[in-house]
């Protein structure tokens, strides 16, 4: 915790600065509730001491006493009312500040960033950890304030009214505190027992309906009954420990309190025989030693609030201290998005670790409409090539060119804008099939969005959806088959209209139908444009204007495939390794 | 729900635990309200004459009755938490035991996401009618009647009355408003996971945003979701600013009526001052108890919907039964099927029509078809997870039907074609369908399925994590995994691959192949393999060809290349000579 406090909280107050003065509002808002609560047990000894206490009967005084209180009641309520509503206000949108600027950033960020940082770690900054970070302005803040000043002002009216008995009355206080400190780790540790438990029990129940059908085809229904019980009942275990610190600890303040009580009464009993005090003030002290409980136990609730929201906070400032690795030129260069594409790589090396080349001196370069091939084994350096033409890398040494302009001289933005990359995994985001075409972008028409699926052959099936291009589609989708997936992505990239299409080829799973399907979308999609395939089936490239086969980050041989093969080299050595090739011997 | 058997029979279980509970419960809210009448008996002392002893004696007094009234509450408290945990735990084991007899229809028709919020919010929900509810309508019944018993016997009646009226709103204020904040932070709750959801499926596709500059669209979808955070939680924080409200202001009403009420009858003498005193004690008293009955109602409403989802889930029956006197599985099966036809339930059409064709013990049947041709359907059928017609399908002379699923699945070793894996060691996955671990079974087994090497090679070995669903290997190793996983059952006597090569590479696909003709001479292990990809079945037998469920081709496969426009001989040269000319 030392490491973390100060600099954190610092971060923190810095998103609540426009509301500093709706924060100064709230804190006087939160004064006149507590005066008010203070004020209410204070009628009530006036009532006793001046008018019960006398022999002759009055009426009116009580009466106005009662309005009083029915009024400083009321006050209470709208006071607190408006200051719960402010603080909310206030805890809200700076927690929405924060998540927007988060997410943000975290786009921002490189694609080393992403492969080497777990996503589900940002997806905790992104959801958990910014409502820890509103626990903070919400809890934490408004307790200290609450909760602190009626401790102050219930201290404050227990000293004015007789500053002895006050003095031993405020003994209550350390052990109030010491109570919830001893009790504080147990709760919270039996808490996390129980938390940690039940959600490794719902991950196995989860684990297992999903697996159902593998469990009962095995015939392990009872090893898996077995495993959830051994899972059950240390949770059930768990959750009346839980309880039982509960109870303690509740029942240990309760007790307490009563306590206070009788002490209050024989303390304050002496002092009104021997007419140190009058009797209302012993109704008052009564009262006012019961109001310390709660606003002490919440503060030391919101301690762990504190440290929970700090090591939050301190989570979301790392993500958004990261610089994004890839910064635009100061003066970059406008690409003419109509231009004809043209590719060239010169001399290019990259590598993560000097140790490991990744790229060995690439050169190669590819003229407008050009259909390009790229083969090679896993591990070769195809990939690489891809996300260094798309700069989600920059090259070590040497350069690469669009249209004549290195890309590094351009915003990235205009780079994207002129290259698409269809990936393997096709993703999917939970919406209409519309929204997948369009990628959400509202300047897209219907009219556009079917034109780009009827040119890739994406309408067909889409038709015969039950809702058309209104069908919802989620990301793991089981309802599109991958030759379907790919051709949504194909009509994504009309959509997007690029100069340059890269296509890292999909391989498994695409039946024979589809894939024919896929290929004549390709067919489509490729005309009038640059195109760079990434083929891991040999077949697809086999009409390529060149090849370049690359082994160990380096181009081996290049050609189109007639020439390839006479070469008797790598390529016509994976020709023959292919499955196909096996596959005709096998049945001729 | 206090007349559904679930409960019933627990209660009569527990009945003396309960019973002790009462009681405990009972006597400390006698006891807690004993308390204000100490302070008032106290404070009238002052005025008839008080010495040091007395007020010794009521301190005492109060002392005394707070720690008896803490040690039985505490108790009570406790007993009944304690048995409705033992009651939850009982409760989600009935559920998973049910959920292993249900076939695989049954989690088709209802998501893994629905079955589980059952376990996450229904049986949590019935636990708290069990605990809370219980023990709040305990708390609140006693001290209420407690409580009323000494303001209307010690003090005065019509004070009583009075100050009660604006009180007796409260259950009112909370069965109204109660629900209503639950339903908004249930809202509040759906908004935040929203979030959660868009920001997952942003950053799993963030290099399809980036390379198509897409960043500027997906802040803007983020947006709208925080600010729908926004809007729900401030209209749950103005429906709960309300609520907090209203009790004090109600509670405020009755104080101020006792007030000027009660300080009226003290001035006339009608009640003492301590009585008074006593009174604005009880008064603070009896908020709890009817803010916990308006509690209890809201908390029984939704426990006996969450309940009654439960039984209807419990009711949900196994389609398919056993017969009651099984035949036992023939030693060497063949699998014969006479004229198949099978539609689901709820669909129009058959899935599977007249499909006749015999697999003779030890031979090898190779199925092609598109998605949605019936392949899988054949597949479960064998598995009995769907129930033929009688006379359709029989293993060894035997009609499936008369065979236990039990015995059946004992003797079938299965590759489903999603190969789901489970998160624990990759030894463990093997090593699945046995009872008890056998390290040499399993090595042998991944042996056979050619991942030996790539998991000796792993950081820990056989004992290495393969993550949720298998997501630490890579789709090709998730496979061996799972054909190892069948070869691991050594006295399989079918075993079946539903599509479970495709993403081997082929130098591995035929070693597997290989490995499978071997043990099909040793073992006359009758196979069927299922695949898209036609080098899976250059080894095969026969070969099915299924179209829209029916048997458009059946022969060897030279007979099917032979056959020219035939679906097999056409997929066979796509797969051979590739596709399209580009460029």
Same mark, same amino acid.
């Given at each position: 915790m030392a490491k973390t406090s100060g600099n954190p909280l610092r971060e923190l107050m810095i998103y609540a600065k426009p509301y500093r003065i709706l924060f100064v509002g709230i804190i006087g808002l939160v004064v006149i509730y507590n005066l008010t609560q203070v004020i209410q047990p204070y009628l009530v000894k006036v009532a006793i001491d001046r008018y019960l206490l006398v022999h002759q009967a009055h009426l009116g005084p009580i009466a106005e006493i009662g309005i009083a209180y029915l009024m400083i009641t009321l006050i209470g309520l709208v006071a607190n009312l408006f200051q719960t509503r402010l603080v909310a206000f206030a805890g809200q949108k700076i927690v929405r500040e924060i998540r927007i600027e988060l997410f943000t950033h975290i786009e921002s960020l490189s694609m080393k960033y992403f492969e080497t940082h777990d996503t589900g770690r940002l997806l905790t900054n992104v959801s958990s950890d910014t409502t820890r970070i509103s626990q903070f302005f919400t809890q934490f803040l408004l307790s200290v304030i609450r909760d602190g000043l009626t401790i102050v002002l219930v201290m404050g009216a227990m000293l004015i009214l007789n500053w002895k008995l006050g003095l031993m009355a405020t003994i209550v206080v350390p052990i109030i505190v010491v109570i919830s400190v001893v009790f504080r780790p147990h709760l919270r540790q039996s808490y996390n027992t129980t938390r940690s438990r039940l959600s490794r029990l719902i991950g196995f129940v989860a684990e297992n309906l999903t697996g159902m059908r593998v469990v009962q085809v095995f015939h392990?229904?009872?090893?898996?009954?077995?495993?959830?019980?051994?899972?059950?009942?240390?949770?059930?275990?768990?959750?009346?420990?839980?309880?039982?610190?509960?109870?303690?600890? &509740?029942?240990?303040?309760?007790?307490?309190?009563?306590?206070?009580?009788?002490?209050?009464?024989?303390?304050?009993?002496?002092?009104?025989?021997?007419?140190?005090?009058?009797?209302?003030?012993?109704?008052?002290?009564?009262?006012?030693?019961?109001?310390?409980?709660?606003?002490?136990?919440?503060?030391?609730?919101?301690?762990?609030?504190?440290?929970?929201?700090?090591?939050?906070?301190?989570?979301?400032? &790392?993500?958004?201290?990261?610089?994004?690795?890839?910064?635009?030129?100061?003066?970059?260069?406008?690409?003419?998005?109509?231009?004809?594409?043209?590719?060239?790589?010169?001399?290019?090396?990259?590598?993560?670790?000097?140790?490991?080349?990744?790229?060995?001196?690439?050169?190669?370069?590819?003229?407008?409409?050009?259909?390009?091939?790229?083969?090679?084994?896993?591990?070769?350096?195809?990939?690489?090539?891809?996300?260094?033409?798309?700069?989600?890398?920059?090259?070590?040494?040497?350069?690469?060119?669009?249209?004549?302009?290195?890309?590094?001289?351009?915003?990235?933005?205009?780079?994207?804008?002129?290259?698409?990359?269809?990936?393997?995994?096709?993703?999917?985001?939970?919406?209409?099939?519309?929204?997948?075409?369009?990628?959400?972008?509202?300047?897209?028409?219907?009219?556009?969005?079917?034109?780009?699926?009827?040119?890739?052959?994406?309408?067909?099936?889409?038709?015969?959806?039950?809702?058309?291009?209104?069908?919802?589609?989620?990301?793991?989708?089981?309802?599109?088959?991958?030759?379907?997936?790919?051709?949504?992505?194909?009509?994504?990239?009309?959509?997007?209209?690029?100069?340059?299409?890269?296509?890292?080829?999909?391989?498994?799973?695409?039946?024979?139908?589809?894939?024919?399907?896929?290929?004549?979308?390709?067919?489509?999609?490729?005309?009038?444009?640059?195109?760079?395939?990434?083929?891991?089936?040999?077949?697809?490239?086999?009409?390529?204007?060149?090849?370049?086969?690359?082994?160990?980050?380096?181009?081996?041989?290049?050609?189109?495939?007639?020439?390839?093969?006479?070469?008797?080299?790598?390529?016509?050595?994976?020709?023959?390794?292919?499955?196909?090739?096996?596959?005709?011997?096998?049945?001729? | 729900m206090w007349k559904q058997p679930l409960v019933t029979d627990f209660f009569k279980k527990y009945r003396w635990d309960y019973v002790m509970a009462v009681v405990a419960v009972?006597?400390?809210?006698?006891?807690?309200?004993?308390?204000?009448?100490?302070?008032?008996?106290?404070?009238?002392?002052?005025?008839?004459?008080?010495?040091?002893?007395?007020?010794?004696?009521?301190?005492? +007094?109060?002392?005394?009755?707070?720690?008896?009234?803490?040690?039985?509450?505490?108790?009570?408290?406790?007993?009944?938490?304690?048995?409705?945990?033992?009651? +939850?735990?009982?409760?989600?084991?009935?559920?998973?035991?049910?959920?292993?007899?249900?076939?695989?229809?049954?989690?088709?028709?209802?998501?893994?996401?629905?079955?589980?919020?059952?376990?996450?919010?229904?049986?949590?929900?019935?636990?708290?009618?069990?605990?809370?509810?219980?023990?709040?309508?305990?708390?609140?019944?006693?001290?209420?009647?407690?409580?009323?018993?000494?303001?209307?016997?010690?003090?005065?009646?019509?004070?009583?009355?009075?100050?009660?009226?604006?009180?007796?709103?409260?259950?009112?204020?909370?069965?109204?408003?109660?629900?209503?904040?639950?339903?908004?932070?249930?809202?509040?709750?759906?908004?935040?996971?929203?979030?959660?959801?868009?920001?997952? +499926?942003?950053?799993?596709?963030?290099?399809?945003?980036?390379?198509?500059?897409?960043?500027?669209? +997906?802040?803007q979808r983020f947006t709208r979701k925080t600010d729908l955070i926004y809007d729900r939680s401030m209209d749950l924080v103005r429906l709960n600013t309300t609520f907090q409200a209203l009790i004090p202001l109600l509670t405020g009403i009755s104080f101020a009526i006792a007030l000027v009420f009660g300080g009226e009858l003290t001035l006339t003498h009608k009640i003492s001052l301590g009585a008074f005193v006593a009174f604005t004690v009880y008064l603070s008293m009896l908020v709890r108890p009817l803010m916990q009955f308006g509690n209890v109602i809201n908390i029984f409403q939704n426990s006996s919907a969450s309940l009654s989802r439960i039984e209807t889930l419990l009711k949900a029956k196994p389609q398919i039964?056993?017969?009651?006197?099984?035949?036992?599985?023939?030693?060497?099966?063949?699998?014969?099927?006479?004229?198949?036809?099978?539609?689901?339930?709820?669909?129009?059409?058959?899935?599977?029509?007249?499909?006749?064709?015999?697999i003779p013990a030890g031979s090898t049947l190779g199925i092609v078809g598109h998605t949605g041709a019936g392949k899988t359907t054949l597949c479960s059928l064998l598995l009995r997870e769907l129930d033929p017609d009688p006379g359709a399908i029989f293993i060894g002379g035997v009609d499936i039907r008369d065979l236990s699923r039990a015995d059946l699945r004992d003797h079938v070793a299965y590759v489903p074609q999603e190969g789901f894996l489970f998160s624990f060691p990759v030894g463990d996955n093997i090593g699945f369908p046995l009872t008890d671990s056998n390290p040499a079974l399993v090595t042998e087994a991944a042996h056979k399925a050619r991942i030996l090497t790539t998991i000796q090679n792993m950081p820990r070995g056989f004992a290495t994590i393969v993550g949720e669903r298998g997501i630490n290997l890579s789709g090709g190793q998730r496979q061996r995994v799972a054909i190892a996983r069948a070869l691991v059952k050594i006295d399989a006597k079918i075993l079946i691959l539903d599509d479970s090569l495709s993403a081997v590479d082929s130098g591995t696909e035929s070693s597997i192949l290989a490995a499978l003709q071997e043990l099909r001479q040793k073992n006359q292990t009758t196979t069927i393999i299922i695949s898209h990809r036609l080098s899976s079945l250059r080894d095969v037998d026969h070969i099915l060809v299924l179209e829209d469920g029916m048997m458009a081709e059946y022969g060897t496969p030279k007979d099917l290349l032979s056959r020219l426009g035939g679906l097999y001989s056409h997929l066979y040269h796509i797969q051979t000579q590739g596709g399209a000319h580009l460029g």
């Open positions: 392990q229904e009872q090893k898996q009954l077995h495993a959830f019980n051994n899972l059950n009942y240390p949770y059930q275990d768990a959750s009346i420990t839980e309880y039982k610190w509960d109870i303690l600890f &509740n029942r240990s303040f309760d007790l307490l309190g009563n306590l206070a009580v009788a002490f209050v009464a024989w303390l304050g009993g002496l002092a009104v025989m021997h007419h140190a005090i009058q009797l209302g003030v012993l109704y008052a002290f009564i009262s006012y030693i019961q109001q310390f409980f709660s606003p002490i136990n919440s503060l030391t609730q919101n301690w762990n609030t504190l440290q929970s929201s700090m090591i939050s906070a301190e989570r979301v400032n &790392n993500v958004l201290a990261t610089p994004p690795a890839l910064s635009d030129p100061q003066y970059p260069i406008d690409p003419d998005p109509i231009g004809p594409g043209a590719i060239a790589f010169e001399h290019v090396i990259f590598h993560y670790d000097p140790a490991q080349p990744v790229l060995q001196n690439i050169s190669f370069s590819v003229k407008p409409g050009q259909f390009i091939g790229i083969a090679g084994e896993t591990g070769a350096g195809k990939s690489t090539l891809i996300s260094l033409l798309g700069r989600f890398y920059d090259v070590v040494e040497g350069r690469i060119q669009v249209d004549g302009v290195d890309i590094r001289e351009m915003r990235q933005s205009d780079l994207h804008r002129l290259i698409a990359v269809v990936q393997q995994e096709v993703h999917l985001y939970s919406g209409t099939i519309a929204d997948n075409i369009r990628l959400f972008r509202n300047d897209v028409t219907m009219e556009q969005i079917e034109g780009a699926a009827v040119a890739t052959g994406a309408d067909t099936f889409i038709r015969n959806l039950p809702n058309g291009y209104n069908t919802w589609l989620t990301p793991r989708g089981s309802n599109l088959s991958a030759g379907q997936r790919q051709l949504l992505a194909f009509a994504r990239t009309v959509v997007l209209n690029p100069k340059i299409l890269v296509l890292d080829e999909a391989t498994a799973n695409i039946d024979a139908v589809t894939e024919m399907a896929v290929q004549a979308g390709l067919v489509k999609i490729a005309a009038n444009r640059t195109t760079i395939v990434i083929a891991h089936r040999l077949s697809t490239i086999r009409y390529a204007d060149c090849i370049y086969v690359m082994h160990d980050g380096q181009i081996v041989e290049r050609g189109n495939h007639d020439q390839l093969m006479g070469l008797h080299g790598r390529y016509s050595e994976m020709i023959q390794k292919a499955s196909i090739t096996n596959q005709s011997e096998q049945l001729a | 009972g006597i400390s809210k006698i006891i807690q309200v004993q308390i204000p009448n100490i302070i008032g008996n106290l404070i009238n002392q002052f005025r008839l004459g008080i010495t040091v002893r007395l007020i010794q004696h009521y301190a005492g +007094e109060l002392a005394v009755v707070s720690i008896g009234y803490v040690l039985l509450f505490g108790l009570g408290q406790f007993t009944v938490g304690k048995l409705a945990r033992i009651f +939850e735990a009982h409760l989600r084991q009935r559920l998973f035991s049910h959920w292993e007899l249900l076939e695989v229809q049954y989690f088709q028709k209802h998501t893994v996401g629905d079955l589980l919020s059952h376990v996450l919010n229904d049986v949590p929900t019935v636990r708290q009618a069990m605990a809370g509810g219980i023990s709040q309508i305990l708390q609140a019944a006693f001290l209420f009647l407690a409580t009323l018993a000494m303001t209307v016997t010690k003090i005065n009646w019509i004070l009583t009355a009075a100050s009660l009226i604006p009180l007796l709103l409260i259950p009112v204020v909370v069965v109204r408003i109660g629900p209503k904040i639950r339903r908004q932070s249930r809202l509040v709750q759906e908004a935040l996971s929203e979030m959660s959801d868009l920001a997952e +499926e942003s950053l799993q596709s963030i290099r399809l945003i980036k390379s198509t500059a897409n960043e500027p669209i +997906e802040t039964t056993d017969p009651a006197s099984p035949q036992s599985m023939p030693s060497f099966p063949s699998v014969t099927i006479q004229d198949l036809t099978f539609k689901y339930p709820h669909s129009t059409k058959p899935a599977l029509q007249h499909i006749t064709l015999k």
